[in-house]
């Protein structure tokens, strides 16, 4: 007997659905309906993506979260129906990249036939969804060509991070290569030799080395010296992927906040390294004025990353 806890999934359906709520709350709501296995929970977010009419940060999380709900077929076809309308439609950059990010999760083959029309049709596609167009279609591909790895002697289920990524890592175990942090280092910043999938490969083997080595070398996208050869997409992912290191990301603490401070960098890049702050540090004073921030993206990030400092303080 399956047990659907619909009185959870209707408590958090109560907050991320009510406009008037914090935006920290509604996005802490979002990702517990994440956790849930039921097909109740991907409705409540595809109807709070309806309810929303102001902030780009809520529909760009809702469209993340859907990408890692693949439990069923179910919830793959209904998801897939969603995200293929929010690409088809009238959003913002951030939420569109999101978007076909997502269905590059689904790897369904009718995702490449999508992509395929849609960059067609869309000759003035911001360099944001250009890239993760292109990323999307060539995990695909990947996923295609190796079957989901196994070709290439990688287990996607035994990896250090189960979520799902826009790109694989390469097999450090199998080819001593790609072990080599200085190697993956010079893969992740030459944007002329190397194709962004494969800089996004190696990113995600940096993060699967996991020492504090590793997690220099994936900041380095985020320096000065390296602006104009690492673009706001491969930055926020960056930005992401530091969150996750849980035990080593101190070291990254310094080059996001100078993320955050940058008056060049883009929203997106921002919005991530804030969140990336908020699991960090427990001083609000470093990150608290940019909740004055003029782009609703980066303010609101800053007010989730604040609420983030909070609850951990709290534990």
Not at 48 to 63: G, M, V, Y
Not at 65 to 73: F, I, R, Y
Not at 178 to 197: P, Q
Not at 229 to 237: G, I, Q, V, W
Request: contains cysteine; charged residues 25%; hydrophobic residues 40%.
């Amino acid at each position: 007997m399956i047990i659907v806890d619909h009185e959870n999934i209707a408590k958090y359906d109560q907050v991320i659905c009510d406009v008037e709520a914090p935006i920290a709350q509604r996005v802490d709501s979002l990702f517990c309906l994440r956790s849930f296995k039921e097909l109740e929970a991907v409705n409540v977010l595809i109807k709070a993506f309806h309810i929303e009419q102001h902030s780009d940060l809520l529909k760009h999380e809702i469209c993340y979260c859907l990408g890692q709900m693949d439990n069923s077929p179910e919830h793959i076809a209904l998801i897939q129906s969603f995200l293929e309308k929010v690409v088809d439609g009238d959003y913002e950059p951030i939420v569109v990249h999101e978007a076909v990010e997502a269905l590059g999760n689904m790897a369904e083959e009718n995702t490449l036939t999508l992509l395929n029309k849609y960059e067609g049709q869309n000759t003035d596609l911001s360099v944001m969804v250009k890239e993760t167009c292109e990323l999307a279609k060539d995990l695909i591909k990947w996923n295609q060509e190796t079957n989901f790895g196994e070709s290439e002697g990688i287990d996607l289920k035994k990896l250090k991070f189960r979520t799902n990524d826009p790109a694989p890592p390469f097999n450090h175990a199998k080819e001593p290569k790609y072990a080599d942090v200085k190697f993956l280092t010079e893969i992740l910043l030459d944007d002329k030799a190397y194709s962004l999938f494969d800089r996004y490969r190696a990113m995600f083997t940096l993060r699967e080395i996991y020492t504090e080595e590793a997690c220099v070398a994936i900041c380095q996208s985020l320096t000065k010296e390296n602006f104009e050869t690492c673009s706001a997409l491969l930055k926020h992912e960056v930005a992401f992927v530091l969150a996750q290191m849980e035990t080593v990301f101190h070291v990254a603490v310094p080059y996001l906040l100078d993320a955050c401070q940058n008056p060049d960098e883009q929203a997106i890049v921002k919005h991530e390294a804030l969140v990336a702050v908020g699991e960090m540090i427990d001083d609000n004073d470093r990150i608290e004025h940019l909740l004055k921030h003029e782009d609703p993206i980066v303010s609101e990030s800053c007010a989730v990353a604040l609420n983030n400092i909070k609850n951990r303080l709290a534990e």
